[in-house]
């Protein structure tokens, strides 16, 4: 092998090794807080934006898929966890034009686990959800129900104090009219989420 060759082949390791992520301890994500099987004890807060790709309005025929975005205050003990769920939720409306409506404001208690050593979580949040904005049969200020569930979502290490997570598919119901003509939106969403560990 030529001087050059040599040469190549040498810049290439180096870049390769460089471009490689540093590599996580097994069983954990290293985060302030969390013990070697990827477990945490203490508070946390969550960001989050999510997106409904699919969605039914249940006899509505005005309303589209939705958008928004949360915050969660949980306690973790060990890979279990408690936490209260704050989300928006804004609806596009066909009515007339298209435009974005406030959508529901939806307040719920959740208990997620993690497992598979930190990475994998899985979550269920259930409480009311409040209407913000009035329809030609409801009332800004209904109250309904709320309910979400994130079978599997995976959780990454930023640094000692930040964990990214991303819920491929989840299933939401925002209900926030029951009676009379319910307004009821079942939606299939992808969310992704910042966790801060103070």
């Known amino acids: 092998m030529g001087s050059g060759m040599r040469r190549t082949a040498g810049l ?3 870049f390769v090794l460089a471009a490689a992520p540093a590599p996580v301890a097994a069983g954990g994500l290293g985060l302030e807080g969390e013990d070697s099987q990827g477990r945490l004890n203490g508070w946390y807060v969550t960001i989050g934006i999510h997106l409904s790709f699919l969605s039914d309005v249940r006899n509505r025929s005005n309303v589209l898929p939705t ?15 408690f936490f209260v769920h704050i989300e928006h939720n804004l609806w596009m409306s066909t009515e007339l034009k298209r435009k974005v409506e406030l959508g529901a404001l939806s307040i719920a208690p959740g208990f997620d686990a993690i497992y598979a ?3 994998v979580h899985t979550s269920v949040a259930l409480g009311p959800s409040i209407l913000l904005f009035s329809t030609p049969l409801d009332d800004a200020g ?3 129900v709320f309910f979400e569930l994130r079978p599997v979502g995976l959780r990454w290490k930023a640094n000692q104090h930040v964990a990214l997570q991303l819920d491929p598919l989840s299933f ?8 009379g003509i319910p307004l009821i939106q079942l939606e ?7 966790e801060v560990i103070p």
């Open 172 to 179: 939401a119901v925002v209900g926030p009219v029951l009676d």
């Open 117 to 119: 050593d930190g990475f």
């Open 67 to 81: 958008f928004g975005y949360a915050v969660d205050v949980g306690h973790r003990w060990n890979d279990k966890a």
């Open 142 to 144: 209904s109250v309904g």
């Open 188 to 194: 299939y969403r992808t969310s992704f989420t910042t």
């Open 12 to 14: 290439t390791l180096l």
